[in-house]
């Protein structure tokens, strides 16, 4: 069964991907916030 341990590892590559992509949303929430403002206005 080393294809279950194959898609195991890519789930762990994906979970830390997304937890440092969660990181790096939260250092620039403040940036996304103000990008989504000013296309609300322009929308």
């Known amino acids: 069964m080393g294809s279950s341990l194959e898609v ?3 789930l762990d590559c994906k979970v830390i991907a997304l937890k440092e992509l969660w ?3 939260g250092w620039n929430s403040s940036i996304f916030c103000a990008l ?3 296309f ?3 929308a």
């Open 8 to 10: 195991l590892d890519q």
């Open 36 to 38: 989504r403002h000013f």
């Open 40 to 42: 609300a206005r322009m």
């Open 23 to 25: 990181i790096i949303l």
